[in-house]
Structures are given as structure tokens and as C-alpha cells.
């Protein structure tokens, strides 16, 4: 039987066997239509985002509007970290839009988190978004059409690709100096797409394989074909480029910089990726810096949201406050000397 994994998506097969048997195996996104269909016409101020800022996915998407300059042109709810518990009556582990919810980190509420103001029906849960098109998935990103009122994307993969094509439709206010995350040249579009593969297989994707796999052998594959992926990483930057396919950044640092983001004050705990901080990478440690650096990625991310989202819950409400050496973070994202060599 063929392995139908793409950098999009995981092979389905037997999925529920796999589950069963300890495999954390993700699911299809059932969403997928793009701006530029002839039903989502390319406007501004059309589309809305439901998102929250602890999924690795969800910040591809505020990562691509940030960068992109459509934070103006396309508006955005932001969900609480923590899913619904046990004792909600519309049942657990439901992304809720409640800004009054209080984080067990802080102590306090979290002022990026909003009610719903993309249907016009100020639903409490994600989940009612797609119940209202007859659906039972409950994830998030959703890109939503606010004039159709209708779900266009539940697949940031695809999302983040017809943002950067419909940017200037869309009104970025970056203009002609914007990025161009998937520029249009056939070479860096196959160097691209491979880099994804393997990012999301091993990395983006292989992060939940192996922290929220129950079987030791799953759990020890996606170990190590994470590190080994990380350390061929640190090697593809070694000769100077400054992104993972030159002088630009694509498309395929957008989608490693979510997962490493999380690594040394999330993943390297909850996901028992313990096996060495990006700290250990010199020049991936060097590339994390320098992107977290650029226009817009600082502000489309929250690490107080990440560390609330991973440990909030299944770590008994207990949020891990490390690492403190060398330096808190994400403050440490702004000091490339620290690379171990
Ligand atoms: N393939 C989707 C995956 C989205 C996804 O799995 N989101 C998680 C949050 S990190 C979620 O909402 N899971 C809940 C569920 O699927 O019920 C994408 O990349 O957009």
C-alpha cells in the first residue's frame, strides 16, 4: 500500500487502527476552496481569520498575514489557548471564543483573545462555524468569508499560498516590496516543495508524533527522524545562505519557523524532543533569529499563549516556565551570539 503522505496532509490509511494502536495520526481538512474561485471573489475587508495562537498551523496563517501586510485587510479572531474541559455542555476539547477566560500562567485574561465578530452571530465555539455548513470539524485556522458568510479554508497549507498570490487583491499594504513567499520559478518551486515535505512530515507534523504518540517505537522513530531533520537543517544553512532556499525567505521558512519557535520553551518538554535546544545548532539557532526579526513575524505569534495551549490542560493547569539559561524566552530570539559555536 502506497504512503499517500504530502507536505499537506498525513496518509490516512487505517488511521483508526493506527490510533488505536498509539499513533498520533492527524486529520483531513474538509475546506478547500480558494480566493479567486468565482464564489470568493479577491476583496479587502472580505475575509476573516479564526485562529488561535498556540497551533503551529494557525500561526503559518497569522505568520503570512503579518508578513504580508494584510493585517489591516483581513480581520481576526483569536480563540483561548485551552480547548473546552470536560464539564462544558457542548462537550471537551472545543477551541472557544471567550476572552474572559482567566490563564492559569498569568493569572489574568489574555487580551489577544476575542469573541466572534466574523459571522454576525457571536458563536461561542469554532465548532458552531462549521456547524452552521452542515460539518462536525471543529479545527482551526478557518478562513471565512464574511459577505458569504462561509467557510472559503480550513487548511493553512493552501491558505497561506492564496494569501501570498491575492495579496495585493487583498490590500496588502506592503505594496510591491512584499515578500513573495511562493515566487513564481519552476527550480525554487521544487526545492520548495521538497523542503516542505520533509519539514512537515518530520518536524511540523512529527513534533505531535512524537509527543502526543502513546507507543514507545512510534515515539522513538519520530525522535530521531526530527533531530536528524534538524541537524541536516543546520548543514543546508552552514554555507551562509540566510534562508533554507537562498537570499529570500519562501514559503518553506514560513512553515519550519512555527515548530521551532516552540522548541526550546514548549517542545522540548511537552513533546519530549529533549534531544538537544536549536540552541545546539549554530546556524539554525542563527536562521530562528533572524526571521523571528523581520516585519511582522514578532507580533503574529504568542509564546505566553503556546505555553498555556501545550501545558495548560493535559499538565494538570502546571504551565513549565523554562528554559531561564542562557536567557528567557522568546527574549533570546533577539541574540544570535548565543549559538553554541
Ligand atoms: N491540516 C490542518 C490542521 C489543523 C489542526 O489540526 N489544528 C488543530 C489545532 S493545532 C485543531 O484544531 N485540532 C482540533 C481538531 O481537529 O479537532 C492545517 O494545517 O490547517
New binding site residues.
Partial sequence: MTDTTTST?EDQTDAGARRKAGEFV??V?GFRHAIGDADFPAEAGRYHLFV?LN???CHRVTLARSVLGLQDSITMDVAFPNRTGEDDPAGP?L?EFSPDRVASLTGQTLPECTVDTGTGRAVRLAKEVYQAEGSDE????ILYDKVAGRIVN????EIIRMLDAQAEALGSSMGAGRPRLYPEDADLRAEIAALNERIYVTINNGAYKSGFSSDQTVYQNAFEAYFESLAWLDSLLSNGRPYLTGDTFTEADLRLFPTLYRHDPVYYVRMKLNGAKILDYPHLWRWLCRVHALPGVAESGSLVHCRQGYFGRSWNGVVALGPLKPMSYPEAYAHPELAKR
Avoid: F, K, M, Y
Fill in positions: 496532509e492527524r486529520g481538512s488561535a497551533c503551529p498551523w476539547n477551541w471543529q479545527s482551526v485556522p480550513n487548511e493553512s497549507a
